[in-house]
């Protein structure tokens, strides 16, 4: 009951992080096609944050599908994914408004950073709440994925005074790394559809 | 338990794009009948969005009613339905301060037809992974509807441009189309009320 | 589960309309307690609002309790409420912000009167489906208070344009007779504790 | 399920308003880190709030995780509760814009202080409902946390007018002792983990 409520808390914040991205794409003032060209900038930044959202409800979704009993650590630690993914509206509108200018690339590419860092924080813990055994473990494994997506993070934040593009098409790409959904946890947890699983556990 | 997380995340998107739609109305600076005169066409196209929002989150709920497992198809066909549908406060702004002017009524059509297109393509996914054979392919059956819409959207996204309120009479019309509840689905799930249903199904 | 989910909905719909309200209360430019004391008339707006509110929330819990299938009139007739709640936001700051002006309590007696048409439609829906033997057709009995409050809404939209004060006093007195619960379905639901009540029912 | 929808309800209200206060870290008009600079003193006070809304979800778990029926009175002490916490946005927001001046500093702890008066208030009911010897009044104790907090922001707001940055200091400081997770109803709840605990109860 206590995982439920917190995974319902967890979605009414990211369903309003993702919408209120929105609010950010102010109607243009006037009535012709170049009036909607001006938003057009706001317009991707806002797509790739929504599938950045989108990503992080999917695998929140999985994290905790394996978690049974919900810690002060664990709860905190959500607390704290929640609180950089809701830096993503203010990064989001800077970045969109002033169309790839240096100082807000690198500040939404901090942002990526840190919420990626709290994600890692939140999985370490409920993998120790759960012990180096548990499925989760097994199914994050070396989690290259993650290792991978904070080390072109940090590319994303040096390069961005030079040359911005370059860090949004990091930022790019690691979303497209992520769109892939995270089969490993999936596979540990249903191993019925792997033939070389072993583990016996119930559903 | 998966499913209940993407209906309660899908509830949750769906029930802050119908409230925000409503920020649009800003108040009036002015205390009498001519300044609440001045909101009635941001007005009319808040009725008009939050009845289509009514009718999707409907839908969606009937579409999700006979479906057991969610894929990772299923959740990101999902996220883009909501992705388009998030557009609605943009183009339903957009198209109200500006009483029908031709681009924003030929956008609000193609956000219209964007997030029915996003429809047709979950309800694939969600058959595709029930088989041929399920309760809502046969529910769907031909999809008259559907593909009705889609074609009277494409129709009112050509016309906007010469004859916006002839758009707006197409998008309205369609809306009416939808509001009768979709009895194909409830039909084919409860058959008990249908004298001709042969097929044996739990609940 | 039908049920389950209409109340999510309409509970996050209520929960994102009593808290959008507050973004009406704007940050005033000073730092002093003049500059306070400018947004002490919508913050009274505000408080009798998130009674209404509240109220709404409480008195659909209980309609809603003792409801087991949800049809598609009952579902609009949800909807219709909805909307009428969700213009709460645009009247209260209107007449919040012009402290009492006519035409603002006027039409924010209006909205109150819309908003409890539309729950005496659902209500009426739910009744209809349950049979006038059911529970809750007993407890609602001859809806008193629910027919004293149209009327005082109506009179307060009548006097609003010569005694807006008077028109507020209305709406706070309709505001108190509803703050007491309605004790009434309680009763008649949980007749273990009223010595008279003889109908058998399962819980 | 009474409870559950309250808790629901609560948990949709929390979410918006910890989500809603970063709409107030608005988008700064230039490009350079000096603009960024500019949205400091916002971003400080929006972590605090975080914080403390955190706090509050934390501890309305615990609170009504003993707790079966839910009366008018609690519903009501729950709704003031969410009031009052409805108005952390407008006074984080008044209090960042303004690096603490003496005024909005002193409405903070205004807040904070009714915030937990409501609270108290709500705990209060809770108890009053399960009876003296329940597991939360056990739980709760004395209350010298509870107690502790409400003198310091009454201090505090003491002294917003002469030394504002002390106040600040303070909620500061009641942030802290309240971070650290009650343990008093974890452990009262699940005396299996305290070997002194001989009270039997269901799980």
């Known amino acids: 009951m206590e995982k439920n409520r917190?995974?319902?808390f967890s979605d009414g914040v990211l369903a309003i992080i993702i919408t209120i991205m929105v609010l950010e794409l102010k109607v243009p003032h006037g009535v012709g096609l170049?009036?909607?060209k001006?938003?057009?900038s706001v317009f991707l930044g806002y797509v790739l944050s929504f599938i950045y959202v989108g990503i992080y409800w999917n695998n929140h979704h999985h994290l905790f599908h394996s978690t049974r009993r919900v810690t002060g650590a664990i709860l905190w630690?959500?607390?704290n994914l929640l609180f950089w993914l809701s830096l993503f509206p203010f990064a989001t509108a800077w970045v969109g408004e002033n169309r790839l200018a240096p100082v807000p690339t690198a500040i939404y590419g901090c942002v990526l950073l840190l919420a990626a860092l709290a994600y890692y924080i939140l999985q370490s813990c409920i993998i120790a709440q759960q012990g180096p055994n548990s499925l989760l473990a097994a199914?994050?494994?070396r989690d290259l994925k993650g290792k991978v997506s904070l080390a072109l993070y940090l590319v994303s934040i040096a390069v961005a005074c030079w040359h911005p593009w370059m860090a949004t098409t990091l930022h790019v790409l690691v979303a497209l790394i992520w769109l892939v959904p995270d089969r490993r946890i999936e596979k540990a947890l249903h191993p019925r559809t792997d033939p070389g699983g072993q583990a016996?556990?119930?559903s």
């Open 34 to 36: 170049e009036a909607l």
């Open 139 to 141: 199914a994050i494994g």
């Open 38 to 40: 001006s938003v057009g």
């Open 6 to 8: 917190l995974e319902a």
């Open 77 to 79: 630690a959500n607390l």
């Open 200 to 202: 016996g556990h119930e």
